[in-house]
Antibody
Framework: QVQLQESGPGLVKPSQTLSLTCTVSGGSINSGTYYWTWIRQHPGKGLEWIGYIYYSGSTYYKPSLKSRLTMSLDMSKNQFSLKLSSVTAADTAVYYC????????????WGQGTLVTVSS | DIVMTQSPDSLAVSLGERAAINCKSSQSVLYSSNNKNYLGWFQQKPGQPPKLLIYWASTRESGVPDRFSGSGSGTDFTLTISSLQAEDVALYYCQQYYITPYTFGQGTKLEIK
């Protein structure tokens, strides 16, 4: 059974960099079948697709976040990561990692989500 | 960006009754080359990640009860729960994955009347 688990600091100071890692078990990220995806949800709000990374290392970043966003893969640890720089309170959210099926069948697995609060 | 608008924002339905949630996209999400609508429906319960119910507008994800169905094409879509169960109380989101950035509706809160 595939599982995804986010990890990283729950509190980040304004202007610093938010760093999260998603560890995948039960399946390999070295697969051309999926986009490894990050989605966030501001407290009490809806869902925002941040971007994704493919096993080749190619990425898609939401344009409004592109200048601050970096995603990467660590095949040896079966992990993918997100870094969001120059954070503000507006980046406070639950961050989810997820597996998106390239077949067009959308997301099949999600992590449980991790709340990241931006505050001094 | 494609804007997804759901209606209503909240809905109260009696147990065993039918519930319907609508979703409208600001442009068509129908991919003409395969005649598929890149529209998904998710269910989210408190403290949990969203769960995919429907993809391609009308295909149920594996394991999803058949009381959930999706319909529509182009820009107008509906999620229908044929006979509401207590465990269906949740937030429901539609989502387009036709064009990046993929976008979600604002959510519809479904409650028991």
């Amino acid at each position: 059974q595939v599982q995804l688990q986010e990890s990283g600091p729950g509190l980040v100071k304004p202007s610093q960099t938010l760093s999260l890692t998603c560890t995948v078990s039960g399946g390999s990220i070295n697969s051309g079948t999926y986009y490894w995806t990050w989605i966030r949800q501001h407290p009490g709000k809806g869902l925002e697709w941040i971007g994704y990374i493919y096993y080749s290392g190619s990425t898609y970043y939401k344009p409004s976040l592109k200048s601050r966003l970096t995603m990467s893969l660590d095949m040896s640890k079966n992990q993918f990561s997100l870094k969001l720089s120059s954070v503000t309170a507006a980046d406070t959210a639950v961050y989810y990692c997820a597996r998106y099926r390239l077949s067009g069948e959308n997301i099949d697995y999600w992590g449980q989500g991790t709340l990241v609060t931006v505050s001094s | 960006d494609i804007v997804m608008t759901q209606s209503p924002d909240s809905l109260a339905v009696s147990l065993g009754e039918r519930a319907a949630i609508n979703c409208k996209s600001s442009q068509s999400v129908l991919y003409s080359s395969n005649n598929k609508n890149y529209l998904g429906w998710f269910q989210q319960k408190p403290g949990q990640p969203p769960k995919l119910l429907i993809y391609w507008a009308s295909t149920r994800e594996s394991g999803v009860p058949d009381r959930f169905s999706g319909s529509g094409s182009g820009t107008d879509f509906t999620l229908t729960i044929s006979s509401l169960q207590a465990e269906d109380v949740a937030l429901y989101y539609c989502q387009q994955y036709y064009i990046t950035p993929y976008t979600f509706g604002q959510g519809t809160k479904l409650e028991i009347k």
